[in-house]
């Protein structure tokens, strides 16, 4: 995972990139669900709360929405 040209802004997309180790593809599990990039200090985010199956992932301004929670299985 990667935030997109090393991006910050509300909007970023989240891509699959090859590894590079820079604070683009650092995240950080909260204990809250939030899975956070350590670059931006923003949430990764479902796009438009979608739900079906190649929905967009981008960084966005941590909430506290369901789009924004994660959990490790």
């Known amino acids: 995972m990667d935030a997109a040209a090393a991006g910050t802004a509300n ?4 891509q699959l990139y090859t590894c590079n180790g820079t604070n683009a593809q650092k995240f950080t599990l909260s204990p809250t669900g ?5 670059g931006a200090n923003k949430c990764v ?6 739900t079906a199956n190649g929905s ?4 966005w ?4 929405g369901s789009n ?4 490790k299985a």
């Open 45 to 50: 985010d479902v796009a438009g709360h979608g």
């Open 11 to 14: 909007g970023t997309a989240v």
């Open 68 to 71: 924004q929670k994660w959990t």
């Open 61 to 64: 301004t941590c909430g506290g």
């Open 34 to 38: 939030d899975l956070v990039n350590a």
């Open 56 to 59: 967009q992932l981008q960084l």
